[in-house]
């Protein structure tokens, strides 16, 4: 399906739009006045939906089938992207995508997780679950760019690192602790936005960062719902009420100062207008741009490891 079960009613209102739309294009009938009446009625239901979201219907909507990935912001936001393929040591992993870019007026190595279009594609890019291989792929890159000092840019979108036997085997705990090592050490800008998922670790390898932002719609934490509610509801159907208690929308996360700033969406959710979403993540990034590249190597070293040591700092009642 392309759409998500909230979102059943919106969708009945707009089959029915298409085909007063069919029936008048045939019939040569007068049907303006229909169309525009429940076209006001999507738009109040829309309106009325998306605010009074729960946390784990914005985790769904993250999850959304027609949800721009990486790929689809890098083409909107960037001239150019010149990608770089493999590790240098055993594959070229599809679920993490980078290269050299073009942003505005600054050429950036821009990093992102990478989720596929439909279930062949997602199969391929293993559902935005990067192994270890992704992670020194994404490290190559940000060890190039800090070579040829070019700000880092990187997209999170993945449910977490692939946790299988062979990706545990070849090191995937010693890869992402090696990426984030690495990140506190960067002499160059890094800026980071959550696009939709931000699981756990596997997110947190490419994303730390010394601006840290997040879509409306998406969602960050340490883990999934479902994970949560497995290990200590012991009863992974009872992942609504776990995904409350994680604080893991873009307010939640703002309010715990885990990001620095939350990007607007359309209503409805990115996927409705996915020009319009890249183009505020674009303005974003470039002011990001301006800011961090008038700081020193040591200075942005030392923002970036005060940001990430706050954030064990909390209360039972924040």
């Not at 670790?201 to 999934?224: D, Q």
């Amino acid at each position: 399906m392309d759409y998500i079960p909230l979102e059943r009613p919106i969708v009945d209102l707009e089959e029915k739009i298409a085909l007063l739309r069919r029936m008048d294009a045939a019939q040569s009938l007068n049907l303006d006045a229909d169309i525009k009446k429940l076209a006001r009625q999507v738009k109040e239901l829309r309106t009325q939906i998306f605010s009074r979201l729960s946390a784990y219907e914005t985790v769904q909507l993250s999850r959304h089938p027609l949800r721009p990935n990486g790929l689809d912001i890098i083409a909107q936001i960037c001239k150019t992207f010149i990608e770089f393929h493999g590790d240098r040591n055993f594959f070229d992993d599809p679920a993490i995508v980078g290269g050299i870019a073009e942003l505005g007026d600054w050429h950036v190595v821009i990093i992102a997780h990478q989720k596929g279009r439909g279930t062949s594609d997602n199969i391929a890019r293993n559902f935005g679950m990067p192994k270890p291989e992704g992670y020194r792929k994404a490290l190559r890159l940000m060890m190039m760019a800090d070579k040829f000092n070019l700000p880092i840019i990187t997209l999170i979108d993945t449910p977490g690192a692939y946790p299988g036997v062979g990706a545990e085997e070849r090191g995937q705990s010693e890869a992402i602790g090696r990426n984030i090592m690495t990140m506190t050490q960067l002499q160059v800008p890094v800026t980071t936005v959550v696009i939709g998922e931000g699981g756990s670790g596997g997110a947190l390898a490419i994303g730390v960062a010394n601006r840290v932002h997040m879509l409306e719609y998406a969602v960050y934490s340490v883990i999934s719902p479902e994970g949560c509610a497995s290990i200590l509801l012991k009863n992974a159907e009872q992942a609504e009420q776990a995904a409350a208690s994680l604080r893991l929308t873009a307010a939640g996360a703002r309010h715990l100062k885990l990001v620095d700033s939350v990007i607007d969406e359309p209503s409805g959710g990115a996927h409705r207008d996915c020009s319009a979403v890249a183009q505020n993540i674009k303005r974003t990034l470039q002011r990001d741009l301006e800011e961090l590249t008038r700081l020193s190597p040591a200075q942005l070293q030392a923002q970036r490891a005060e940001k990430f040591r706050a954030v064990n700092f909390f209360s039972d009642d924040s």
